[in-house]
């Protein structure tokens, strides 16, 4: 079974991270391309422009409501599929995410999401 992290991507490149995926809309801010090291950019599995910007502008109060929202997202992501196909074929996972907060991201919900869906697969 594969394994699923998250990592803020500016923290250092370690091989043990595995595969690297990148689950930002938006390029990091700061980073340049040639730099990061990642192997797939996810940007059909972020949140949607829109719910991403009325999440910031209240995270503490939209936490919550926001993390049911972002499931329906990804719950309707077409490309889903593809994206734990490409999963499945490494043992290791490392989600790539530039929010400042380490407990209040997407990438939390994504890595929660996939692995429910790697372990129904099961």
């Not at 043990?16 to 801010?29: A, H, N």
Request: aromatic share 12%; no cysteine; glycine share 2%.
């Amino acid at each position: 079974m594969t394994s699923i992290n998250i990592k803020r991507v500016y923290e250092d490149f370690d091989e043990s991270d595995g595969f690297r995926i990148l689950v930002d809309r938006l390029w990091p801010r700061g980073v340049k391309k040639e730099n990061l090291h990642y192997d797939l950019w996810a940007k059909d599995i972020t949140p949607s422009s829109s719910l991403r910007k009325w999440y910031h502008q209240s995270i503490d109060r939209n936490w919550e409501a926001f993390v049911i929202a972002y499931q329906k997202e990804l719950a309707n992501a077409p490309d889903m599929r593809t994206y734990i196909d490409e999963i499945e074929l490494h043992p290791i996972v490392t989600l790539l995410y530039a929010a400042k907060d380490p407990v209040h991201n997407h990438a939390i919900i994504l890595k929660k999401y996939l692995e429910t869906l790697l372990q129904s697969k099961s």
